[in-house]
Each structure stands twice: as structure tokens, then as C-alpha cells.
């Protein structure tokens, strides 16, 4: 394991759309620099859980944005929040300005450790942490996406189908990338890193050595990493 050894802050931001394998890439880089990991978009999770618990409709903004004010993290155990159902509630919550800006300041005070962080999202190196020394976007195509969703829920036992999947990865994909508000796109200094070809070992062994250019002050191009 590597870790941050002293050096200046490391923040490393990785944001891709679902199913992109930017959560398993953001927990492999946090291990191999001893940084701390926010899966941001459990945060999204924990507020569509909340807002459904109470009886709310998923599309009440007002309900949503009351809740961020004073939910407790802590509240929300882990296995309640990785349902598909919650997927695509957090979509619609997350889509919702005061509940985006809500969260913001929970982000990047997380972000400001002061060895730094490892953060995952949609937004991460374009809003919470525009000045990250280390910016990946991870992508692949919504086939091999569906395809890796469908294996993560029918192994746990969760009833689904590829089409039902691949359909609602492209309206979520369509959702978080048209909002008006902090939409999904790829930062100006951000790496893409396609993984559609790429296996886990492969996908981390690239962003490691992204973030070791970044580190090292050695430019890498916007889609100049991954699988084609």
C-alpha cells in the first residue's frame, strides 16, 4: 500500500455515471493512499430513504429539502440504502437544487481533512472540489454498466432484468446529465477513463497511475486512459 506520505493534500475526485465502477475505483485509490472515502451518493440514497420513510412523494423538493437539513447519517444502515428502488429515488432527489446544495458543505467538509480524501459522485470535480489535485471521470457503455448492475443485484437475491436495468441506467443517465443544476459532464482537467474493457485490477492499476502523473505534475489529456 502507498499512502499520501507526507506530501502536500491529496483530494482525488472521481465522478462517472451509475454503475461505472467510479465507487469500486474510489475505494481502491482511498486504500492505496491511506485516504479517507465518501461515497457520495449514498448521501442522495439516505435523503430519497428518508423522504420515502415519511410518506412523502419522491418529488416533493420542499419534504427533500427539509430532510438535508437535519438528517443523521448514522441513522441510515448501509444494506437499506443499495436497493434499486433507491437508486432511481436518489436520482430524482439528487436532481433538486436545494437538495444538492444542501449537501455541498457536508462534502467538501469532508473533503478538507487534513491529509485530504477521496470523494465519488457526480459532481465532485466540477462542483464540490474544483480545485481536487486529481480528477478522474470513469465510464463505460450502458450495456456493460446494465450488464455489471444486473450481476451486483441478482446476487443479492434482488429480482431484475438486464432490459429493466439498461433502461433505467439510460434515463438516469439522461437525468443527471440534462439537470439544471450541477449536471454529470467531464471537468475541463479531469481524466476519462473508460472501463468498459478493462477488468477491476486493470481499471485500478490506471487510475492509480493517473493519480500518480497528477502527483508527479505530469499532464494527462482528457480521454487519454481506458479501454476502447
Do not use: W
Request: net charge neutral.
Amino acid at each position: 500500500m502507498s499512502s499520501n506520505d507526507g506530501r502536500k493534500r491529496l483530494v482525488i475526485a472521481v465522478d462517472g455515471p451509475a454503475a461505472s465502477g467510479k465507487g469500486t475505483l474510489a475505494r481502491r485509490l482511498a486504500a492505496h493512499y491511506g485516504l479517507p472515502y465518501l461515497d457520495t451518493g449514498l448521501l442522495y440514497r439516505m435523503v430519497a430513504r428518508a423522504v420515502l420513510d415519511a410518506g412523502h412523494d419522491i418529488q416533493d423538493a420542499d419534504a427533500a429539502a427539509a430532510i438535508v437539513a437535519s438528517f443523521d447519517e448514522a441513522a441510515f444502515p448501509d444494506d437499506s440504502l443499495r436497493g434499486r428502488e433507491i437508486g432511481e429515488a436518489a436520482s430524482v432527489v439528487a436532481a433538486m437544487p436545494a437538495v444538492r446544495s444542501g449537501l455541498i458543505a457536508r462534502q467538501r467538509r469532508f473533503a478538507g481533512q487534513p491529509g485530504g480524501a477521496v470523494l465519488d459522485g457526480r459532481d465532485i470535480g466540477t462542483v464540490i472540489c474544483p480545485e481536487a489535485g486529481a480528477k478522474l471521470f470513469v465510464t463505460a457503455t450502458p450495456e456493460v454498466r446494465a450488464a455489471r448492475r444486473h450481476r451486483e443485484l441478482t446476487g443479492r437475491g434482488e429480482p431484475a432484468t438486464f432490459e429493466g436495468i439498461l433502461a433505467d441506467i439510460r434515463r438516469r443517465d439522461a437525468r443527471d446529465s440534462g439537470r439544471s443544476d450541477a449536471p454529470l459532464k467531464l471537468a475541463e482537467d479531469a481524466v476519462l477513463l473508460d472501463t468498459s474493457a478493462l477488468t477491476i485490477e486493470e481499471a485500478a492499476g490506471a487510475a492509480i497511475g493517473i493519480v500518480d502523473a497528477r502527483r508527479a505534475g505530469v499532464e494527462s489529456p482528457p480521454g487519454s486512459a481506458g479501454g476502447s
